[in-house]
């Protein structure tokens, strides 16, 4: 089937309204466009449980802070559309900004606690901006399932607590990292790194494997990892450590022992491009 395209509200719930009435169930993949592997997945995954698939591209101002890449953000619409339409999506739902956040627009959300750790403490503002435009995104395409990736995992505890929290009528489906084939997790920042900083990138990654091998021979001092991960970066060129962390992964709050249900998540810098990646410890299998 053609893939359709919304830019305003109105015509989004017009073809909301008409699937519904003919018995489809939606399923909703929030982007900020610069499709790759790792958006695919998440397409591939609402097709498979849905009905009708609604893909938003919407590179959201609300989630950036003042010195960040809003304005350099990639925008990749033809490319984006084809991702689309190659995984199986029906609706392609692409906002102009005052559409979203009209003069004068005033109300926000904030999913307290769990948005000021990691990502949340080098990005201040950033988790409101996400849980406003989620929220947003919610209301206006009404999705029976809406799918996020496990590489922003901060962002993906936030969305349950609040769709938890305020009683979303909405199951949300966490998809595992996609990686390329040296480890790198997929990302649409990846692409502003230099050849150099791509190939010293790869130390995110190492470090997770080192932490996930030392807890694998018994290792439990939360302290001991993060001084082995740190290390790795440290010696890595032009890489520096915004923060590497070891969490309970439902309260977000740091262990000092390494038990079943934490997250390790990193944050480096390579210039200006800030990369992250984690992994879930489950006990015996991670994720
Ligand atoms: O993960 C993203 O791309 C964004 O944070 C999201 C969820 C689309 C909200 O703007």
Partial sequence: MALEIARSVDELRRLVESARRNGLTIGLVPTMGALHE????????ARGETGWVIV???????QFGPNEDYQRYPRTWEQDLA???ANGADLVFAPPVKEVFPPGYSTFVEVTKLQDPLCGGSRPGHFRGVATVVLKLFNMTTPDRAYFGQ????QARIIRQ???DLN???TIRVCPIVREPDGLALSSRNRYLSPEDRHSATVLYRALETARRMIESGERNAACIRERML??????PRAVAEYVDIVDYETMQPVANVQSGILIALAVKFGATRLID?????GESTG
Avoid: E, Y
């Fill in 38 to 45: 790792g958006h695919a997945s998440l397409i591939r995954a």
């Fill in 151 to 154: 590489k922003d995992a901060q």
């Fill in 162 to 164: 609040l769709v938890r």
């Fill in 168 to 170: 979303l009528p909405v």
């Fill in 56 to 62: 938003s591209i919407f590179v959201n101002p609300t």
């Fill in 278 to 282: 984690n992994f879930l410890w489950h």
């Fill in 83 to 85: 991702v689309c339409q």
């Fill in 231 to 236: 290390a790795m970066i440290q010696s890595t």
